[in-house]
């Protein structure tokens, strides 16, 4: 079926980085920078991007995602910003105990799965919380094509208020942030009824805020087209089950603080992936047979696909007797 | 390698020609002796040196009369290359990725200059040394997409990526098989793909969707497609199906071998850094039955293929007619020896035509 056959490469290119800064921007957030070991620039991006960034933890790889939150035009320089998550797996744990300037690191080649829609005549951004990451890297682009944007932010407390400073000097008409701890909430009816037609929403944030403005967006007559969203399931720790490969012949363990798609990377199993957090559809995998539930995580499959045909190895579980998979 | 630009026409006299470099790197799509649709996708990252799929775009003795040919038919009919106004930046995208490619890929053929935003772009073969400012059309005699694919070999779809879709929002399309960029402008992947038999029932497009909605960055794909053109003509448009759709009843048992061109499209796919769009080039590249016929592999195989490919291919590729012409031509270069696998023709070791007369 091949033209000129080569040996596939699994996933996106990897770029050679090291840590050219380390900033901690408040108690829980902390702004790392990368440029290129060879010197080279780094390739463009567009506002909304993620990298994949992996980490060496004492012989355990593991690979978070993160929105590139630089301007999408310096090419220098990606920035990314990690929020430490204390009861996470780790990789955030890692980024802040573990990192410092001068480190080596390997990231992928930006991937986009939350971009803008460029035909918009307005762009209205809500972020909550660490959400504002991919945000940073639409409002640079958005600024030199003179985009007609927003942002609504919703932060815990003035403390935990990440680059509220940065964006309420630069754009102080465009930028409103609502404080939790003060009981301000963003005025979501108000706000959607109030854009001109062709407007273009999008969120990132905890899912509740996530689900909350789908919601009311359709129930206020938007399209859903016109309401985008971006939801990393950092991969979530569980219960170790045990797994049978039928096309590799094995039989193989996943750890309590491993996903089922790193189990199979340690194995040497060829796994295709690309977001490693359950959007892209890469990593889709059959199931052969089970006995068991799934803890499905991904925002990929069909109910019915769930339902005991597919899984998504990047951050789905199994608890059970025994389960089959066609890798 | 310097290249010897030919000198030629795709139209009136027909004047095109393929040297024995030209037919031995020809891109022949058939790695078996039969054909049916396939998601027939690999990574576009090289191949073999020489052949036409180790550089991200090809270059060949073709190159300055293709472009010859490509003004000609943008001044009969501007609405080949079409862009909506919200795609100006993935052409901006598009002239970035082949100035970079063409000026890396080909050194001694084409230059690229930068201070700041101030790019010098130098095309030897065409003679043309141009500086302008990037990101700004009024530096430009055309928008960033016309200007660059005015340029480049092949057509050039420019999809927008959206609602889990692709869109065809911008394109230059002048060496097309019989189907029309002002007719699909707009359209979605399903919908241009709508006339194309069986490959919806089997599931391709679906599939295909999801992985070309998935081709990230850096990480490039190509896939091969083919048909039949009588002549060698590039723009085989609806827009002109009065003028060349006739001129497959000009074929005869005698002129079959020069005038019958197997035509096969190496198509594509590169994420685009800004817009987030994809572009898909479609290069096309031609070759004559009697310049097959002198690999003994490609004329074994050629005849089984056009032989047993489904009646429904051969309607949608439109030889439906000649095929009966078609195989009494070409059952004169096959004798029933195996082919080996792939498609390269591997003149050494394949035997010779065991056949008289
Ligand atoms: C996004 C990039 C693509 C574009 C812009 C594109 C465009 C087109 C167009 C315009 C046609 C002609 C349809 C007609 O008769 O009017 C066509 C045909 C076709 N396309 Fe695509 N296509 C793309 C990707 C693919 C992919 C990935 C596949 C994978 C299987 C595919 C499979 C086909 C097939 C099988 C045909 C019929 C060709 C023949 O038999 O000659 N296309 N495509
Ligand atoms: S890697 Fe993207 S869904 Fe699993």
Not at chain 1, 115 to 144: C, N, W, Y
């Amino acid at each position: 079926m091949s033209a000129a056959p080569q040996k596939a490469k699994a996933g996106a290119e990897q770029i050679n980085v090291k840590v050219s800064a380390v900033v901690p921007l408040n108690d829980l957030v902390t702004r790392f920078e990368f440029q290129r070991t060879d010197g080279q620039r780094l390739p463009t991006f567009s506002g909304g991007a993620h990298t994949v960034v992996t980490m060496n933890d004492d012989g355990r790889t593991r690979l978070n995602p993160y929105s590139l939150m630089s301007d999408p035009t310096d090419t220098s320089t990606y920035a990314i910003s990690v929020r430490r998550d204390d009861q996470g797996r780790g990789g955030s744990l890692f980024m802040h105990t573990r990192v410092k300037v001068g480190d080596e690191m390997q990231i992928t080649y930006p991937v986009n799965l939350f971009s803008l829609d460029l035909r918009a005549k307005k762009h209205v951004f809500f972020a909550g919380g660490i959400g504002i990451t991919p945000f940073m890297s639409m409002i640079a682009q958005l600024e030199r094509s003179n985009g007609n944007w927003e942002l609504h932010y919703a932060v815990r407390t003035e403390a935990l208020g990440t680059y509220v400073d940065e964006l309420r000097y630069k754009f102080p008409n465009k930028v409103h942030v609502y404080y939790d701890d003060q009981s301000q909430s963003i005025p979501l009816e108000e706000l959607l009824d109030g854009q001109p037609l062709g407007t273009n929403a999008y969120v990132c944030g905890p899912k509740g805020m996530i689900d909350w403005i789908h919601a009311t967006a359709a129930a206020a007559g938007w399209p859903d087209a016109q309401v985008h969203s971006e939801e990393f399931t950092a991969p979530q720790p569980g219960k170790p089950f045990e797994v049978r490969l039928c096309k590799s012949d094995k039989t193989i363990q996943v750890g309590e603080s491993e996903s089922l798609l790193e189990a199979l990377e340690r194995e040497g199993v060829e796994a295709p992936f690309l977001c490693r957090g359950g959007a892209c559809g890469q990593c889709e995998t059959d199931v052969v047979s089970y006995d068991g539930e799934f803890i499905h995580r991904d925002h990929w499959l069909e109910p019915e696909q769930q339902a005991g045909q597919k899984i998504m190895p990047c951050v789905s579980r199994f608890v059970g007797a025994s389960l089959e998979i066609d890798r | 390698m310097t290249i010897q630009f030919n000198d030629e026409t795709f139209r009136d006299d027909y004047s095109f020609h393929n040297s024995d470099w030209a037919i031995k790197r020809f891109p022949f799509p058939f790695h078996e002796d039969s054909y049916m649709y396939a998601v027939n996708m690999e990574q576009h990252r090289g191949g073999p040196e020489g052949s036409v799929y180790e550089k991200r775009f090809d270059v060949d003795e073709h190159y300055v009369a293709e472009m010859r040919d490509r003004a000609m038919v943008l001044a009969d009919d501007p609405l080949r290359c079409q862009s909506l106004p919200h795609m100006t930046l993935a052409g901006w995208d598009l002239l970035e990725l082949i100035m970079v490619s063409k000026s890396e890929d080909y050194p001694d053929l084409f230059e690229l200059h930068h201070d700041a935003d101030q790019w010098r772009w130098v095309n030897k073969p065409l003679g043309i040394d141009d500086t302008f400012t990037f990101l700004d059309e009024t530096t430009l005699p055309y928008g960033p997409m016309e200007y660059i694919t005015r340029q480049t070999q092949g057509d050039f779809c420019v999809l927008d990526q959206r609602e889990e879709n692709l869109w065809m929002d911008a394109g230059m399309v002048t060496t097309q098989a019989d189907w029309s960029l002002d007719f699909d402008l707009g359209m979605n992947f399903f919908e241009w793909h709508a006339p194309v038999p069986l490959a919806h029932e089997m599931g391709i497009f679906k599939r295909a969707l999801k992985f070309l909605l998935n081709i990230q960055q850096g990480a490039p794909a190509r896939r091969m497609n083919w048909t039949m053109t009588v002549n060698p003509l590039l723009d085989t448009s609806p827009e002109n199906y009065h003028k060349w759709g006739i001129q497959k009843t000009t074929l005869t048992p005698e002129n079959i071998g020069s005038k019958q061109h197997l035509r096969v499209e190496l198509q594509t796919f590169f994420r685009l850094p800004r817009s987030n769009a994809l572009v898909f080039p479609i290069r096309c590249y031609l070759c004559s039955f009697q310049d097959l016929m002198t690999m003994p592999k490609w004329g074994r195989r050629l005849h089984r293929v056009v032989r047993d490919l489904p009646v429904e291919l051969a309607t949608y590729k439109g030889f439906i007619d000649n095929r009966p012409m078609m195989l009494d031509y070409l059952s004169q270069f096959d004798d029933g020896l195996p082919t080996s696998p792939g498609v390269f023709p591997e003149p050494e070791t394949e035997p010779p035509l065991n056949k008289a007369g």
